[in-house]
C-alpha cells in the first residue's frame, strides 16, 4: 500500500516562507495526481493546492494562488508546496495526498477524490 510521509511544518512568522514535503512509497509514483489539503480548526478540511501526473498542470485554491507553489521530484517521489508570504488565516494543518488513474472523473478540489493521505503536518503563522 502506498504511504505518505509529510514533513516540514513549523512555527513563521507572517510574511515569512514554509516548503512542505511530501515523500510516497511506491514505484508508480510518476503515475499519480498529487494535491495538498489543509484544516483549521473548527473548519472543513479544504483545497490548496493540486498538480497533474504529467507536471504540466496545477491548480490553487483562490485564497493561495499567486502565494504557494506545488512542484514535484519524480526522481525523488516526493512533491512540495512552497508558502511565502505567509498570512494568519494560514495557520492549519497541512495534509498530503495522491491520487490514482484514471483521472477522467477527478476533482482536483475534492478531498474524495483522493486516495491516499498523508498524517498532517502543523503550520502555524504568528501575526
Known amino acids: 500500500q502506498v504511504q505518505l510521509v509529510e514533513s516540514g511544518g513549523g512555527l513563521v512568522q507572517a510574511g515569512g516562507s514554509l516548503r512542505l514535503s511530501c515523500e510516497a512509497s511506491?514505484?508508480?509514483?510518476?503515475?499519480?495526481?498529487l494535491g495538498w489539503f489543509r484544516q483549521a480548526p473548527g473548519k472543513e478540511r479544504e483545497f490548496v493546492a493540486a498538480?497533474?501526473?504529467?507536471?504540466?498542470?496545477?491548480y490553487y485554491a483562490d485564497s493561495v494562488k499567486g502565494r504557494f507553489t506545488i512542484s514535484r521530484d519524480n526522481a525523488k517521489s516526493t512533491w512540495y508546496l512552497q508558502m511565502t508570504s505567509l498570512k494568519a488565516e494560514d495557520t492549519a494543518v497541512y495534509y498530503c495526498?495522491?491520487?490514482?488513474?484514471?483521472?477522467?472523473?477527478?476533482?482536483?478540489?475534492?478531498?474524495?477524490?483522493?486516495?491516499?493521505w498523508g498524517q498532517g503536518t502543523q503550520v502555524t503563522v504568528s501575526s
Open positions: 511506491g514505484r508508480t509514483f510518476s503515475r499519480y495526481a
Open positions: 498538480i497533474s501526473s504529467s507536471g504540466g498542470s496545477t
Open positions: 495526498a495522491a491520487r490514482a488513474p484514471p483521472f477522467t472523473a477527478w476533482r482536483t478540489g475534492s478531498s474524495n477524490d483522493y486516495d491516499y
